[in-house]
């Protein structure tokens, strides 16, 4: 059985011995089971369960701030006069390469406002996205801001 599994388990079992369902009841309970985890994690099985759920969780957030600065930044040109956008449409080259860091890489990329996965090549070595604000001669920040930020943490965490 996997660790978040487990944690799960623990989760309601607290809950139950405590007679309290609630969400945070919940919460304390899975902070509680990731605590144990922790330190029955050898006689368990659990490898690097520890690990993968603090890079989920970077992860997370991670997504949430993009969210947040693309928002502002869309919101920002909407209201003002002059329109700041510089469209363009920017091949990035993959170390991803399973269909499920692919998907939840485009899938991540096009949540965020301002940005749009187009299309994924052939051999799937290039994902093509719509980008809103590129400034000249900056297609490799855009590059850059999705490799190093995006793509380097779903892999840090899917392998």
């Known amino acids: 059985m ?11 079992a607290w809950a139950m011995m405590t007679a309290q369902f609630t969400l945070a009841n919940l919460v ?7 605590l144990i985890l922790l330190f029955a994690r050898r006689m368990v099985g659990l490898g690097h369960y520890p690990k993968k759920l603090r890079q989920a969780i ?11 600065k693309s928002n502002l930044r869309l919101a920002h040109d909407v209201i ?25 890489l485009a899938n991540m990329i096009s949540l965020t ?14 994902l093509y996205i719509h980008e809103m604000y590129v400034s ?6 855009v590059r850059r801001k ?10 840090e965490l899917l392998r």
């Open 2 to 12: 996997n660790g978040f599994l487990w944690n799960i388990l623990l989760a309601l």
């Open 28 to 34: 304390v309970g899975f902070g509680i089971g990731f």
């Open 58 to 68: 970077e992860l997370f957030f991670f997504f949430i701030w993009e969210l947040i």
């Open 80 to 104: 003002t006069p002059s329109h700041y956008m510089r469209p363009a449409i920017v091949a990035i080259p993959l170390d991803a390469r399973s269909d499920l860091e692919i998907t939840l």
């Open 113 to 126: 406002p301002g940005t749009l996965s187009l299309d994924v090549s052939a051999d799937r070595r290039v």
């Open 136 to 141: 000249d001669h900056d297609l490799e920040a």
């Open 146 to 155: 999705i490799k190093d930020g995006f793509e380097r943490r779903i892999l």
